[in-house]
């Protein structure tokens, strides 16, 4: 199933930016909805449009997408039902330093889930990450979002460190 899975991961294409903007504001809301505090901007949409053709063209960043089944009607080509946005760094800037591949976000459709996508996007971006240099992988994960962990656990990562927060609006 990974293998077939695998085959309908691929790089961002110019063409997608529409498929990924789409797919980014489902991301986003999703995070927002189940926490408050990372809610969307009324603006984000056109942020979105506007920084995924700059992300496509920075060598720093990878974005991945992964196909569905059924070819979309009016193109002939199959839909783009998930995505997975990598960025390549050195850290830290006054330490010895590290070359970096961190994942920032995954997503599927939920119709699409269940058939390995989120772990095909995970294991096409980390080869991604590893091609231009990367020692470490890491990966942000919202505390929200469980199966997220338990996804990017099975991938092989684990915790170095948690990041706790105060927020002083509410103190």
Do not use: C, K
Request: negative net charge; aromatic residues 4%.
């Amino acid at each position: 199933m990974a293998s077939e899975a695998n085959s309908a991961v691929r790089a961002a294409r110019r063409s997608d930016l529409h498929a990924l903007a789409d797919l980014r504001m489902r991301f986003l809301g999703a995070v927002g909805h189940a926490e408050p505090r990372l809610r969307l901007l009324a603006d984000a949409r056109a942020r979105t449009e506007q920084t995924l053709p700059v992300w496509m063209g920075q060598d720093d960043r990878v974005l991945i997408v992964a196909e569905g089944e059924a070819p979309d009607v009016e193109e002939g080509t199959p839909p783009i039902v998930g995505y997975a946005m990598g960025l390549f760094t050195t850290a830290p800037p006054l330490l010895q330093h590290t070359h970096v591949g961190e994942i920032l976000e995954i997503y599927v459709l939920p119709d699409a889930r269940g058939r390995g996508l989120a772990g095909a996007l995970i294991d096409v971006l980390t080869s991604a990450l590893t091609g231009r240099g990367a020692e470490v992988l890491r990966s942000v994960v919202p505390i929200v979002g469980n199966a997220d962990v338990d996804r990017i656990q099975r991938a092989g990562y684990s915790p170095l460190q948690f990041v706790l927060e105060r927020r002083l609006d509410t103190v």
